[in-house]
């Protein structure tokens, strides 16, 4: 069950109004993407919220839009290339995903750049400040700070006796450990003993399911960058074989089989991306655009892996779910 079906389907048949079409330059616009993960498509939940943020500004794609998208595939060390592959193609602007990509780009050209999901921009360096970034990046900034009390609340709620919640996350990203800080004081605030689990390469996941055996969670929190959705289904199976709940960071983890999210809304986060790209095209300066935070955030439910768990998901829980999936 989609709530939001019917609001999602009516948004995309609304997505290209006459007006904004109108507002849109008759110049073909060629906008860079780069991730350290898989590129991105129009069918993954990132690329298609994308699309529909540049739409609803009037850019539509094959006609004044044009995407170059480059995926590192979970080989950070090809960042590089794919970055100078972009600047060649002279693309007008490049949207990065996750730190890496973030990191890349602010080292490798001067073009603008606008970033998502890179974790705290001011605590790994990549901007001076959120209201004045300087250089060449903006975008959208991380809130895992604010986030975690409420995972927390959700995992508590979900269950009752949380003494102790296993957090998974990728040691080699800067952006994703600052993350990892970020929920262990929000854990620690609220009496929850951390399990620190930090991987670098897929190798690791084994040795973080052998410490979870030994010494098991009541929980899991798994931080999401490209390493760990890359292993996210190795994830789904220990949760499930020893029947500890989790939560996730992106509700579509939840769609592919995790337990539970509570996220920012991914079409108001692009949107909002898209919003800032536009300003660039019209020519505002990235340094002097402020960094923005998510607004909208939703929390997810998979009631088919809660049943596999042993789960009964509390009706209160359940009835303030935005996306049920069964």
Same mark, same amino acid.
């Given at each position: ?31 860079? /993407? ?8 129009? !069918? ?13 500004? %009037? ?26 592959? @972009? ?20 080292? %490798? /050209? /001067? ?5 998502? *999901? ?18 060449? $990046? ?38 994703? /450990? @600052? ?25 690791? *996941?084994?040795?973080? *399911? ?25 994830? =789904? ?38 919003? @800032? ?5 019209? %020519? ?6 402020? =960094?923005?935070?998510?607004?909208? *955030? !939703? @929390? ?16 209160? $829980? ?9």
């Amino acid at each position: 069950m989609r709530r939001r079906e019917f609001v999602i389907a009516l948004g995309g048949a609304a997505a290209c109004p006459r007006a904004a079409l109108a507002q849109a330059s008759s110049k073909v616009y060629h906008v860079g /993407t780069l991730g350290a993960g898989s590129p991105m498509t129009d !069918q993954d939940p990132s690329g298609a919220s994308l699309i529909r943020g540049f739409a609803q500004l %009037g850019y539509v794609q094959g006609s004044n839009l044009v995407l170059e998208r480059r995926g590192a595939e979970g080989h950070v060390d090809r960042l590089p290339r794919l970055l100078d592959e @972009l600047v060649a193609s002279k693309v007008d602007l490049i949207i990065t995903s996750g730190y890496p990509s973030a990191l890349a780009a602010k080292r %490798g /050209t /001067t073009l603008p750049v606008v970033v998502i *999901f890179a974790g705290d921009p001011v605590g790994t360096g990549l901007v001076d400040t959120l209201a004045r970034p300087g250089g060449n $990046l903006t975008g959208i900034s991380d809130v895992s700070a604010q986030l975690t009390p409420k995972r927390m609340d959700l995992l508590k709620e979900m269950a009752p006796r949380l003494r102790r919640v296993a957090i998974l996350w990728n040691a080699d990203d800067l952006g994703m /450990t @600052l993350r990892y800080r970020a929920s262990e004081a929000g854990a620690k605030m609220m009496d929850v003993l951390v399990q620190p689990l930090g991987v670098r390469e897929p190798e690791d *996941f084994n040795l973080a *399911f052998s410490t979870m055996e030994r010494e098991m969670p009541d929980a899991i929190l798994m931080v999401t960058d490209s390493l760990t959705i890359l292993n996210r289904e190795r994830v =789904f199976q220990f949760a499930a074989a020893h029947r500890l709940p989790a939560i996730y960071e992106f509700d579509w983890l939840v769609r592919d089989g995790g337990l539970m999210s509570y996220a920012p809304d991914l079409d108001e986060s692009f949107g909002r991306l898209a919003a @800032l790209a536009d300003r660039i095209f019209k %020519g505002a300066n990235p340094a002097a655009l402020p =960094f923005e935070q998510p607004t909208r *955030f !939703q @929390l997810a439910i998979n009631l088919t892996s809660a049943k596999a768990i042993g789960i009964e998901v509390p009706p209160v $829980l359940l009835g303030r779910a935005d996306e049920v999936f069964e």
